[in-house]
């Protein structure tokens, strides 16, 4: 189990997490800024959740170890 | 022999030099092995090539600021919104037209897009051949922008002479008086333009950007005119080369590519990572200007304030320190951080609205035209600053057997 954190000092609402992660990230009503919609995922979403963080320009989304 | 770009001995990089904008990876490499801290040619203005450099100057506009005492030339009164103003004030903007622009938003006209795109590919597919950027890669953002904005399509002709009295006026090339003079004059049909239609939709609102503009409200006010101006100005200037450009960019490259093209064709569901790949590759803006607010000492350089900085993202996206295999044209690179729509507080306004045309016309396009080439013994040309591909002819076969 992994969780997951996004820094929203740093998102800009560049999207690309909704757009390649919907299980896992939402667009806000607002901005079109990062929501996480599930914190802790393993698996299959842990790796969707992965590429979404490797696809953040601004480096704001963390998949790290769940310390409870 | 002719000077190499950048000249090694002086530290210069012509950054408008048709051969670097027509191919400007190899500069990029050589840039960031041999000076990531260059200057522009003929001046001591500082070009940054380095990705972390230059992420690092994007999230920080208070060092590295986008409100430039100098005029930038285009025809504009006052700065444009929310793009030549820095945060706080550039916030309160950009929280009103962030929503109006994103991706649920830009999702609404998707499939009026999807109609446009086919409507021009059904004026030309017969001839089997076009010169993309005139048949498709212009209107087609302009559409898009018309639709977006509530404005009629009838308009279109008129906000493409508006858009290029700006960007490139129809005057001697070497005349910049007389180009900065229809620059001035289009600048005041573009605010007369906008000006009436404000007047239009405060009197009859409708459900579109223009009416939201003229009344939302910023901290308990609604927007004074010369705001929205600014604003709509950013729009015109802002919306339509950019993806014009990234078209001529993207079918230019495929159709000089059979391997990748054919791949892309036999499995469209390689498409969105796709385009991302080609919008790090051939980072149509290829650069940003900034100009320092405050000392500040960047990847070993010191920079005064009031220098003018030039941000070279398209090397940015080329650097092997974040992209591994970065002169690899690879539509499964899982990782891409790429800073095509630049970053930080200033990320392009449109870039969900881009993202959207540029998916629509790369599925349409190739759907109906699998097959394209570039036209034999002819070049693309393209445009410096942005790299616009001003002439991409483009032949595919017609009648039986095309399509395969």
């Known amino acids: 189990m992994k969780k997951v954190r996004v820094d929203l000092n740093l998102c800009v609402g560049h999207g690309r997490c909704y757009e390649l992660a919907p299980e896992v990230f939402a667009e806000d009503d607002d901005r079109g800024h990062c929501r996480v919609r599930l914190a802790r995922v393993d698996g299959e979403l842990e790796k969707v959740a992965q590429r979404a963080s490797d696809n953040c320009p601004e480096g704001a989304i963390f998949v790290e170890a769940d310390e409870g | ?69 100098i005029h930038l030339g285009l025809g504009t009164e006052r700065p444009m919104i929310p ?64 639709e977006l904005m509530g404005l009629s399509v009838e308009d279109l002709d008129l906000f493409l002479e508006l858009k290029n009295g700006i960007i490139r006026p129809p005057v001697p090339h070497t005349d910049l008086e007389a180009a900065q003079e229809y620059r001035t004059r289009t600048g005041r049909r573009i605010y007369e333009y906008f000006e009436k239609l404000i007047d239009e939709r405060g009197a009859h609102p409708r459900e579109d950007i223009m009416t939201h503009l003229v009344t939302t409200e910023i901290d308990g006010r609604r927007l004074e005119r010369e705001e929205i101006l600014d604003i709509c100005f ?68 010191e920079f005064k304030a009031g220098t003018l900085v030039t941000l070279l993202v398209g090397a940015a996206n080329v650097d092997e320190t974040e992209f591994e295999g970065a002169d690899h044209v690879d539509f499964d690179r899982g990782r891409n951080r790429h800073l095509a729509f630049g970053g930080g507080p200033h990320r392009c306004l449109g870039s969900h609205l881009a993202r959207m045309e540029l998916r629509v016309a790369m599925q349409e396009w190739h759907r109906r035209i ?19 591909v001003q002439y991409l002819p483009l032949v595919w076969p017609t009648g039986e057997g095309a399509g395969s």
């Open chain 2, 234 to 301: 950013l729009f015109l200037l802002g919306g339509l080369d950019t993806v014009t450009a990234t078209l001529g960019c993207n079918l230019a490259y495929l159709a000089s590519h059979p391997e990748q093209r054919e791949r892309l064709v036999r499995h469209p569901e390689l498409l969105d990572d796709a385009v991302e790949e080609l919008l790090r590759w051939e980072t149509p803006v290829m650069m940003l200007p900034r100009v320092v607010k405050q000392d500040v000492s960047l990847g070993g350089e």
């Open chain 2, 83 to 146: 793009q030549q103003i820095d945060p706080p004030r550039q916030t309160r903007y950009r929280k009103i037209l962030d929503q109006r622009f994103s991706r649920r938003r830009v999702v609404e006209i998707e499939p009026r897009i999807r109609a446009h795109a086919n409507e021009l590919i059904d004026s030309f597919i017969e001839q089997g051949e076009c010169e993309f950027d005139q048949a498709f890669a212009i209107p087609l953002p302009c559409q898009a922008f018309l």
């Open chain 2, 1 to 69: 022999m002719s000077t190499p770009n950048p000249n090694p001995d002086t530290g210069e990089v012509d950054v408008v030099d048709p051969s670097f904008t027509a191919c400007p990876q190899e500069v990029y490499k050589r840039l960031l092995q041999e000076c990531p801290m260059a200057k522009t040619l003929g001046t001591d203005s500082p070009v940054l090539s380095r990705y972390e450099d230059i992420r690092w100057a994007l999230r920080h506009p208070e060092i590295f600021s986008s409100e430039m005492d």
């Open chain 2, 370 to 388: 699998p097959v394209y080439s570039i036209k034999e013994g002819e070049t693309p040309r393209y445009s410096p600053g942005i790299r616009e």
